[in-house]
């Protein structure tokens, strides 16, 4: 699921984070960094949905429960 993923929650706060540079009127520094970290969060949050689409999460998680069975 999507929701469980790390990746997903990361990218939240990142746009979040995103969201407030538009109550901020002064440009500077710190909001350029914010603003980075925003498109981060886009990027985070696309790939944690091409994951999701991919089915990648569901084999990571699949060859985890293999190599704990593997190593019991």
Avoid: C, H, Y
């Amino acid at each position: 699921m999507l929701f469980k993923t790390p990746k997903f929650w990361a990218s939240l706060i990142f746009l979040v984070n995103f969201l407030a540079l538009f109550s901020d009127s002064v440009i500077s520094f710190i909001w350029f960094i914010n603003f980075i970290i925003g498109i981060a969060g886009l990027i985070l949050l696309g790939s944690a949905v091409l994951d999701e689409i991919t089915g990648k999460n569901l084999r990571m998680q699949e060859a985890t429960n293999m190599n704990r069975r593997r190593n019991r």
